[in-house]
Structures are given as C-alpha cells and as structure tokens.
C-alpha cells in the first residue's frame, strides 16, 4: 500500500490575505478558486496554478499554532486514510486521531495530521472528489 498517492495542497500562513491576495492572483496570475472567511483571523484562500496539480492556500487561522505568517504546510491524499494511519503509527511517526471534515462543517473528508522533524504539519486527508462545495 501507498501512504501518500499525491501532493493535494499547499498551505502557507498569511499575515494579510488582501494583501497576500494581491501578490498571488494579482501579481503572479493565480486563479482564485475559494475564498471562505469567517473573520479577519480566520480566513483561507484558494489559489489554481494554471496547468493541473496541487492547489495553495492562503491561511490565517486565529488559535492554531502550525497556521501562522511565515509557515507551510504539506496536504497529502491516500486511498485509505484508516490504513495509513496505522502504518505510520507502526512506523514511529507521533500521529494525531483521525478526523472529520478537513475543510469544514459538513466536507465530510477525514484526515489527520503530524509534524516532521523540523515541526512542520503534515496533514494526510482520505482521497475525495473536488466539487464547487469543497472549499479547497
């Protein structure tokens, strides 16, 4: 079995999403595919490269330590999250419990995550189908 099927996305913490906004769409042409905000410190950005692969998220989340201006974070999918999991846990790696709903009440995709060993988050979510009610 493989753990890790492909590179889902990109996440990298935002201290100004207008203004990273501005850079990443604007600036460097990215396509703007979600943008879900609660407030002005919680708030995600979904960015398209023009040719198919991994998406970037632009995120500022208030109250999460890994989610932070200046920081990245890695999204992994696997073709069976309870699988890879266990595996990793057999493995050594310190892995969080499995969760539901990676982007938001009601996504439905179950995940979890890890750090590597220069405390960058992991997060490896169970391979879903994007449609326009996926916020990323």
């Known amino acids: 079995m493989k ?13 100004s999403i207008p203004k990273s906004k501005e850079f990443y769409a604007d600036k ?21 490269l023009p040719e198919v692969g991994a998406t970037i998220t632009l995120a500022r989340a208030k109250g999460f330590p890994n989610v932070k ?14 699988a890879a999991h266990k595996k990793l ?10 969760m539901d709903d990676l982007f938001g009440p009601g996504s439905g995709v179950k995940f979890f995550n890890f750090e590597d060993p220069d405390g960058n988050l992991v997060h490896l979510a169970q391979a879903h189908e994007y449609t326009p009610s996926t916020p990323f």
């Open 89 to 98: 846990k057999e493995r050594g790696v310190k892995v969080n419990a499995i």
């Open 28 to 48: 460097l042409g990215l396509k703007v595919t979600k943008d879900y905000r609660i407030d002005d410190d919680n708030w995600w950005l979904g960015l398209a």
């Open 3 to 15: 753990i890790v099927n492909k590179l889902m996305m990109l996440s990298i913490g935002a201290g």
């Open 69 to 82: 201006q200046g920081t990245v974070s890695l999204y992994f999918e696997t073709s069976d999250v309870a």
